[in-house]
């Protein structure tokens, strides 16, 4: 039995915000084939492309980028861009990857019945869901392949939509433009995208576009996938005013000078010399004082005093440095002990009451 833990982990892993991306793909292909949903089988599978389809697209995508995303700043926003998976979760959105994967076949097999080509769309969405992030195929590894391959699994959502209509004889090529302008606005998007995760992925070690080629080169291939897009849906529909503003969005980072990460706040479209403007006027230390020291030499994120080895029970130092051992020899600190071993040794130290000294008296 599943527990509440796992379960939110899943639902994490799944990131919610993205649950309607594939259904209203889905639900477009059908209003492109001028018809709407007529069985509940079809809604059925629609709603079923939420939660399953996005755990083995994201949660299998974040287990085997796990090396990459150590280093992305963009995690730290896990509602959007998905959560760090730790390598004991692995496992489990595994399993659960792989039980969502036979949910969204099971949901399926209903509505192929009547409608034979959904099943094989639905095989091919799933099949590029695990091929893009999981080994040996690794598409998101594959240059150029990984974008395009976003574009075919969008193209799938669309076309299990679009396939259901007009009493299933809908043929996809009376639909070209549109189908295809989802095909090119999905994969300008991952385009995009990936230039927001080259330094995490060129980290890694991870041959995508954008780390093979270069920023710029991606941001180019974002704007002809846009302007494709735009071209076949017409710049006047959603699709073609979104790839429009997507056109606008590239170009900006081909004529920046460097896209460059800013301490503290992920990815940002800034050239160099904003950057070191911004830096200069904020307070980015990394150490602090502490309690037995008032330098500055608490490193924040170790926790531990470059000076004198704090929070350890032991002074740090070394027998190698005449000055360093004259800073921290005995006197320069409060003795609170041996300050009092003079006095006491005048007197023999003394314990107990002193001679002749009178108890408490009774009231």
Avoid at 59 to 84: A, C, E, F, H, M
Avoid at 86 to 109: P, S
Wanted: aromatic fraction near 12%; proline fraction near 4%.
């Amino acid at each position: 039995m599943i527990s509440l833990s796992q379960t939110q982990l899943l639902i994490q892993a799944s990131r919610p915000v993205s649950w309607i991306i594939a259904p209203s793909i889905y639900f477009a292909g059908f209003i492109h084939s001028g018809t709407v949903p007529k069985s509940i089988a079809a809604l059925l599978f629609g709603v079923g492309l939420s939660f399953p389809t996005c755990l083995v697209t994201f949660g299998v995508n974040d287990i085997y980028d796990y090396s990459s995303d150590k280093q992305n700043s963009r995690k730290r926003s896990p509602r959007v861009y998905g959560t760090l998976l730790y390598e004991n979760d692995h496992t489990t959105v595994l399993q659960g990857a792989k039980i969502a994967t036979f949910i969204t076949l099971l949901l399926a097999t209903p509505a192929s019945i009547q409608y034979p080509p959904l099943l094989a769309y639905t095989l091919s969405f799933l099949f590029l869901s695990w091929a893009y992030s999981s080994p040996p195929f690794r598409i998101k590894e594959r240059v150029i392949l990984d974008s395009l391959s976003n574009g075919l699994i969008c193209w799938l959502f669309w076309a299990s939509g679009y396939t259901q209509g007009d009493d299933g004889t809908g043929d996809i090529g009376k639909s070209f433009y549109s189908g295809w302008a989802v095909f090119f606005y999905a994969s300008a998007s991952h385009s995009l995208a990936a230039v927001a995760d080259t330094n995490p992925d060129k980290l890694a070690k991870y041959r995508t576009t954008a780390v093979v080629y270069g920023e710029k080169f991606a941001a180019f291939l974002s704007i002809t996938y846009y302007f494709c897009a735009a071209i076949l849906a017409g710049i006047s529909t959603s699709i073609g005013m979104a790839a429009c503003a997507g056109v606008i969005t590239s170009m900006v980072i081909l004529i920046q000078d460097e896209y460059v990460v800013i301490p503290g706040r992920g990815h940002s479209l800034y050239s160099q010399s904003i950057f070191l403007e911004d830096t200069t006027k904020t307070d980015n230390h990394i150490a602090k004082g502490t309690s037995s020291f008032g330098k500055r030499s608490l490193h924040i994120q170790k926790h531990t005093c470059a000076n004198c080895g704090y929070p350890s029970a032991k002074v740090r130092k070394f027998n190698w440095s005449e000055k360093a051992k004259r800073r921290k020899s005995t006197g320069t600190g409060r003795m609170r002990y041996l300050k009092t071993v003079d006095r006491k040794f005048q007197n023999g130290f003394q314990t107990g009451v002193p001679k002749g000294a009178r108890g408490p008296t009774a009231a």
